[in-house]
Each structure stands twice: as structure tokens, then as C-alpha cells.
């Protein structure tokens, strides 16, 4: 392996706290891939062998699990992720013209990196976001209601070196590898910071506390 002493000794550490949440060792290997992926920004192949000797695995067995999750990048990876989902309720609503729009604006396509490592540009599959179509995401925060305007000045923002603010979540979206450290277990403290849900997303649950609905007899609560 390539890591330094140093960051070996604090992976392992911050290896063996993940390995003592699962009865079954193995079963932590999704969130030491993240963990890998917050030192390299990608899961690189020492990170491959860093998880499989952690977890008595193979590398081919790792490898299997990181090339089947997209959240997993298999080559360097830009400091934000620039996902816009073009599935079939975003994409009439404007995904498609946005996606255009921003695809020009930075220079790559699906799954490339711009020249400076500051965006990698993907398209998404549907994000359980409907209510908010078209919807964009930077490191997994959604940014809601998009249009090609708004959406060219995310990416100009983020290309300048300014904090971009998600529609739903915390008050600015971490870099990449601070994302996946917390995708590996070790929360940063703003998970509860600013809206969960959106009105429109309640509007379902408001109606049928207006109406008196209720669920059938013996549903979980």
C-alpha cells in the first residue's frame, strides 16, 4: 500500500470503530468504502485492500460490492458530485434541457471530471424527490424546483469557490471526501440543520389528518 503511516494508523482506527458496529465483521464493508473514499476521493485500489484485509475479504469480493453502488467512484473524483436526475417526471419537467445546459457549461459529460477536480457531472436516476421536479443534487443534498438559470449559476457558484446552500438540509454542501466520511458513520453534527421535509412532500400526510384518514386495522404506526 501507498498511505503514509500516519493515515494508515488513523484508517485502522477509524476501521476497527466501524468493524465493532456489526455482530458480522464483513457487514461493515459499505461503510469502510466511504471511509476509504474520504481519504483518496475515490475507492482506489489501496483502498480496495486496505477494506479486504480489515474484513478477511478478497479483493475481487470488495471490487464486486464497489463496482455495483454508483455513490462508489472507481477513479478520482471531483471535490462536488453534480448529479441531475433525468428520469421521466424530472426530465418532461426540464431535466433534460437542464442537464444540456450544465453539460455545456462545464465541459464534460456523464461520469467525467472538469480539468480543475472541482465537478464531476452524472446523470441521476430518480431521487424519491417527485414533488420538487426537476431536481439536482451536489455530494447527495437535493436542490429543488431547478431551472437551466438556477442550476447554471449552482455549478458557476461551485466552480468560483463559493458555498452552495441545498434546498433541504445543512447550511452549505461539505466537499466530497468530508461527504463520504460521514456516509461512513462519523457524523459531522448538522444533520438536523435546516428543512427536513418540504410542504410538499406533507401535503399527503396534512390531508388525511384534515379528513380523519386512517391507515387499515393492524398497520404499524
Not at 483518496?40 to 471490487?63: K, N, R
Request: glycine fraction near 10%; charge should be negative; aromatic fraction near 8%.
Amino acid at each position: 500500500m501507498t498511505y503514509d503511516e500516519s493515515t494508515l494508523t488513523q484508517l485502522a482506527a477509524d476501521a476497527a470503530e466501524i468493524r465493532g458496529r456489526y455482530p458480522v465483521e464483513r457487514s461493515a464493508l459499505l461503510p469502510m468504502l466511504h471511509l476509504v473514499q474520504s481519504v483518496d476521493g475515490y475507492v482506489s485500489p489501496d483502498g480496495i485492500q486496505f477494506c479486504a484485509d480489515q474484513l478477511s475479504l478478497t479483493a475481487a469480493e470488495v471490487s464486486a460490492v464497489a463496482t455495483f453502488y454508483t455513490q462508489y467512484k472507481r477513479r478520482p473524483s471531483g471535490e462536488y458530485q453534480v448529479g441531475v436526475c433525468t428520469n421521466t417526471l424530472c426530465a418532461v419537467m426540464g431535466g433534460d434541457e437542464i442537464w444540456k445546459r450544465v453539460s455545456e457549461r462545464v465541459g464534460v459529460g456523464h461520469d467525467e471530471t472538469t480539468a480543475d477536480g472541482k465537478i464531476s457531472l452524472e446523470r441521476l436516476e430518480c431521487n424519491a424527490a417527485c414533488d420538487f421536479a426537476p431536481v439536482m443534487m451536489v455530494n447527495w443534498e437535493f436542490f429543488d424546483n431547478m431551472t437551466p438559470e438556477t442550476a447554471l449559476q449552482l455549478v458557476d457558484d461551485i466552480l468560483d469557490g463559493k458555498p452552495v446552500t441545498p434546498t433541504r438540509g445543512p447550511d452549505h454542501v461539505p466537499p466530497f471526501k468530508e461527504v463520504s466520511r460521514v456516509l461512513a458513520g462519523f457524523e459531522d453534527g448538522r444533520a438536523d440543520q435546516g428543512v427536513g421535509a418540504g410542504e410538499p412532500t406533507l401535503a399527503g400526510l396534512k390531508a388525511a389528518k384534515d379528513h380523519g384518514w386512517t391507515g387499515p386495522k393492524g398497520a404499524s404506526k
